[in-house]
């Protein structure tokens, strides 16, 4: 009765090389696929950057970012424009108080409220102002109490949509952001 106990305890040779192998063929896999993985998800991170970085210049343009002490210039309290400032070819934008109240950025009279930057390989390769490429390459969206409306402008002009494409240069995978005046954001 003994010799029979004993013979079935533990892992023979043969199934322990077996489960190594089925061990050692999943890291592979796993390891593989990891940076695939971890590409697309800083460029599915940095295409919702952009709509986050909207959404957040609406609200505070629309709601409630109360003027803090000369981020606005003169302006009274609560009547500060907030936007987002896009540049062709750029790996950020800049959310910035508009404190010059002329809807378009300017790095001397307004103030950047935040940098959202992604990797060298992440840019901005196409702004759309309405149908065509604005000229400039460049493209300001802003948001002003008490409309929820986006003010599209550059310095050629306003615009009544905006798209601004995002694209990874390790993968080519591409990304769309549309903006339109009546301040819906969609991503694409």
């Given at each position: 009765?003994?010799?029979?106990?004993?013979?079935?305890?533990?892992?023979?040779?043969?199934?322990l090389?077996?489960?190594?192998?089925?061990?050692?063929?999943?890291?592979?896999?796993?390891?593989?696929?990891?940076?695939?993985?971890?590409?697309?998800?800083?460029?599915?991170?940095?295409?919702?950057?952009?709509?986050?970085?909207?959404?957040?210049?609406?609200?505070?343009?629309?709601?409630?970012?109360?003027?803090?002490?000369?981020?606005?210039?003169?302006?009274?309290?609560?009547?500060?424009?907030?936007?987002?400032?896009?540049?062709?070819?750029?790996?950020?934008?800049?959310?910035?108080?508009?404190?010059?109240?002329?809807?378009?950025?300017?790095?001397?009279?307004?103030?950047?409220?935040?940098?959202?930057?992604?990797?060298?390989?992440?840019?901005i390769?196409?702004?759309?102002?309405?149908?065509?490429?604005?000229?400039?390459?460049?493209?300001?969206?802003?948001?002003?109490?008490?409309?929820?409306?986006?003010?599209?402008?550059?310095?050629?002009g306003?615009?009544?949509?905006?798209?601004?494409?995002?694209?990874?240069?390790?993968?080519?995978?591409?990304?769309?952001?549309?903006?339109?005046?009546?301040?819906?954001?969609?991503?694409?």
């Amino acid at each position: 009765m003994n010799k029979r106990t004993s013979k079935f305890r533990g892992f023979t040779l043969i199934e322990l090389l077996v489960s190594i192998g089925i061990f050692t063929i999943m890291t592979g896999i796993v390891l593989a696929n990891y940076r695939g993985y971890n590409t697309n998800a800083l460029f599915s991170n940095a295409s919702e950057d952009i709509v986050l970085a909207l959404r957040q210049a609406q609200v505070y343009g629309v709601g409630v970012k109360k003027n803090v002490t000369g981020i606005c210039g003169g302006l009274s309290e609560f009547d500060c424009s907030y936007g987002v400032y896009f540049s062709q070819g750029a790996n950020s934008i800049i959310i910035f108080a508009d404190a010059d109240n002329n809807q378009v950025y300017t790095s001397s009279g307004d103030s950047i409220v935040e940098t959202v930057s992604w990797g060298n390989s992440i840019s901005i390769t196409g702004l759309l102002c309405g149908t065509f490429a604005c000229v400039p390459s460049t493209a300001n969206v802003t948001f002003k109490r008490p409309s929820p409306d986006a003010f599209i402008v550059n310095s050629a002009g306003s615009y009544s949509a905006l798209s601004v494409t995002l694209q990874d240069a390790n993968t080519g995978k591409t990304a769309i952001v549309n903006i339109t005046n009546a301040g819906q954001i969609s991503l694409q």
